[in-house]
């Protein structure tokens, strides 16, 4: 057995890791970090090949016998890499980095992490079940098992940079799938531009939107828009709406949902009408140039059974993790689509109470910025302040303050690494193996 663990053949591994780890640095310089992720630090072979120098590592501190005092220095040399590949996989496995948009006076868990996936949200006969699958750099091809059918989705298009268009189509046309484009405006300054196929709905932070559906939870604040075929929209809400015309709009009637007039869902949030109808579907456009206007998206090619379809999946981030598309399977079956960035939740609230901006003197140029915070946790309240060079640790984790979208809100990266005391341990006893080698060899 120890033959099969002998030093030629374990240097013949040792090469192949560092061949490996030249490959992955060669291709996150050549193309991306995600490529190089896919095809060599996540794929199954190398976290193998790491078992397998683990496993000689233990054989030569048996074989030696490390273990007695005598040899105590090559043994915290050895078992330190073994120290440090069960850090590696701890935090691989069981930590993440991700974004927290907290805006001030409100509180939040909900984060949004690098990893993308796929999720079907299945509906039949009043029963539901739910779905998931990891995504590859954002894009997706894969299957899901429907009672005992197969679900597929198959990537058509992908794009990192296209327009997004609500194509109507004519009243003869037998697919009657409505579509809107409208526009979300935050502080009266910056603009985000939403779309919208018949019979779906965006959950926001203070609200839900809904197109040509009814709310499910009527005592939570809603905003539902309806749209007929001569292009008429109109609204209903279960709060108060203002317009920047001085109107107001309430919660006992139907209004007009009119072009060129922002209605006020909060005191800064508006919504912005731009297109509808219930007869028509939204399309991507690619574009030449990378702008504001334009989205990530995806076609996805659907297959089911003898249904077959195509569908525009967006990529939305910051308040929720993915774009939803909800299509009929039969009259008893519902499946709701959502592909996009992996939710992560905290254990623990984080309530932004102030937020402040430190300009230059004599300048606009952002010098620094400051969060003001509290961690409520199981009736805990325990207050903060972050700022760009000052992290706030609470459990294990690290809250950096990123950067901010205006006055009132501001961005959190959020970081949990459950092996890194060990990747640390791995490294002082590295160190500490190394120097008592050096000073035995020095006192013969």
């Given at each position: ?127 539901t079940k739910d779905y ?183 990529e939305k981030d910051r ?8 299509i009929w399977l039969n ?114």
């Amino acid at each position: 057995m120890y033959k099969l663990f002998s030093m030629k053949v374990a240097l013949v591994f040792v090469a192949i890791y560092a061949l490996s780890i030249a490959t992955g640095t060669f291709i996150e310089n050549s193309s991306s970090h995600s490529m190089a992720r896919e095809y060599i630090y996540d794929a199954l072979w190398f976290w193998s090949l790491q078992g397998v120098l683990a496993l000689f590592l233990i054989v030569a501190i048996f074989r030696a016998k490390m273990y007695k005092l005598k040899k105590l220095g090559l043994f915290l040399f050895h078992i330190s890499f073994l120290i440090i590949l069960v850090g590696s996989f701890l935090s691989k496995n069981y930590g993440y980095k991700a974004d927290l948009y907290v805006t001030k006076g409100m509180s939040r868990n909900i984060m949004l992490s690098g990893d993308y996936f796929m999720s079907l949200h299945v509906t039949k006969n009043g029963q539901t079940k739910d779905y998931s699958q990891e995504g590859k750099d954002g894009a997706f091809d894969g299957s899901f098992d429907l009672d005992g059918r197969e679900f597929k989705i198959k990537r058509g298009y992908y794009s990192n940079n296209a327009k997004l268009e609500v194509l109507r189509k004519g009243s003869g046309d037998v697919t009657k799938r409505g579509a809107m484009a409208f526009e979300i405006i935050k502080d009266n300054i910056k603009r985000e531009k939403y779309y919208l196929e018949d019979l779906g709905k965006l959950q926001f932070d203070d609200f839900e939107l809904l197109f040509n559906m009814e709310p499910k939870d009527k005592t939570k604040p809603y905003f539902k828009i309806e749209a007929n075929d001569k292009k008429s929209q109109h609204f209903k809400s279960n709060i108060l709406i203002k317009s920047n015309f001085g109107e107001e709009y309430n919660t006992s009637s139907i209004h007009d949902f009119s072009q060129g007039i922002l209605y006020y869902i909060t005191d800064s949030i508006g919504i912005l009408a731009s297109e509808a109808t219930t007869i028509g579907s939204i399309v991507a456009v690619p574009q030449e140039e990378k702008s504001k206007n334009t989205n990530t998206v995806m076609l996805a090619k659907i297959e089911y059974g003898g249904i077959k379809r195509e569908i525009v999946l967006v990529e939305k981030d910051r308040y929720f993790g993915g774009y939803a598309k909800e299509i009929w399977l039969n009259e008893n079956t519902k499946v709701n689509i959502r592909w996009g960035k992996k939710m992560t939740t905290l254990p623990f609230e984080v309530y932004l109470s102030d937020f402040k901006v430190k300009h230059y003197p004599g300048s606009n140029d952002v010098e620094n910025y400051f969060s003001y915070i509290n961690i409520i946790d199981s009736g805990k309240n325990i207050e903060a302040k972050l700022s760009i060079n000052e992290p706030f640790s609470y459990n294990g984790y690290r809250l950096f303050q990123t950067k901010f979208e205006n006055k009132n809100s501001t961005i959190f990266t959020v970081n949990y690494n459950p092996g890194i005391f060990w990747i640390y341990l791995g490294y002082v006893l590295l160190t500490l193996g190394l120097l008592l080698n050096l000073f035995r060899k020095v006192i013969k």
